[in-house]
């Protein structure tokens, strides 16, 4: 299954129009970074793919499966929610064996942010390490397409870097869509950017055209 191909996607929401015909496409290998402004309509394009949230109309093809619900993209397609999805009351130990196959599981089992962490329960700890944690689960899921909305989600810069480095040495095994309001990590984690506005996608060629796009001012990339 070397590709998502997304398209004729619409939805509104009490007579608005959020997404209107929306394509995108993206292989195995590439990370593809989603920009836009709040309320632009990224996390609804992002679940909308997923299947947790209900289009107005669309067409979702993993391969040569189309997907039109939740369960058909089941091992194909996760999703890291914008709101953390950990249950409490249970050992990171035992949601690591719960989520992950055996392959996976001794990766992050190993890994030198989650090692310390592993007896604490989610309420235990701080929303960094919860989301370093969901970021490893969904990353090492068995899905070839991994959908993640805001990872950078309250991370710390070291953490931030960390990830950004993780995340490009597994994207031969995987396709990446990726959208954070810390567009700098996007931009240096994907190899394509697409802006969200007015319900429509726009691929970014040059960072300058986020200026003119109203997403950030000149100061901004004299930074
Ligand atoms: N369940 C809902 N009912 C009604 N309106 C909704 C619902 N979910 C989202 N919206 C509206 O749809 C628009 C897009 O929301 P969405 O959360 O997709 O934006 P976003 O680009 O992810 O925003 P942010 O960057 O702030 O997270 C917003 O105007 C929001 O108010």
């Known amino acids: 299954m070397n590709n998502l191909h ?3 996607i619409t939805k509104s929401y009490n007579n608005k129009v959020v997404l209107s015909d929306v394509f995108l496409f993206c292989e195995k290998g590439e990370i593809k970074g989603l920009i836009g ?3 632009s ?3 609804t394009l992002l679940k909308i793919i997923f299947g947790t949230e209900k289009a107005d109309s669309k067409f979702v093809k993993i391969g040569g499966k189309v997907i039109k619900n939740l369960s058909d993209g089941r091992n194909l397609i996760n999703y890291l929610p914008q709101d ?9 130990k035992s949601l690591i064996y719960l989520f992950l196959d055996n392959k996976n ?13 592993l007896n604490k329960k989610k309420q235990n700890l701080s929303g960094g390490e919860i989301r370093i944690i969901e970021i490893l689960l969904i990353i090492h899921s068995k899905a070839e397409f991994i959908l993640l909305d805001e990872p ?3 991370v710390s810069p070291i953490v931030k870097e960390y990830i950004v480095k993780y995340i490009k040495k597994l994207k031969l ?17 994907a190899d394509s950017i697409v802006y969200l506005q007015n319900g429509f996608l726009k691929q970014i060629n040059e960072e300058s ?10 100061n901004y990339l004299q930074h």
Do not use: A, C, M
């Open 6 to 8: 997304v398209d004729s």
């Open 37 to 39: 402004r709040n309320g």
């Open 152 to 154: 950078f989600n309250g």
């Open 209 to 218: 055209e986020l200026i003119e796009l109203g997403y950030i001012t000149k």
């Open 41 to 43: 309509g990224k996390s």
């Open 84 to 92: 953390s999805f950990l249950p409490n009351n249970i050992s990171i």
């Open 105 to 117: 599981r001794k990766v992050v089992l190993e890994n030198e942010y989650v090692k310390p962490l």
């Open 173 to 189: 095994t995987k396709g990446y869509i990726i959208t954070d309001h810390d567009y700098e990590n996007v931009i240096n984690l």
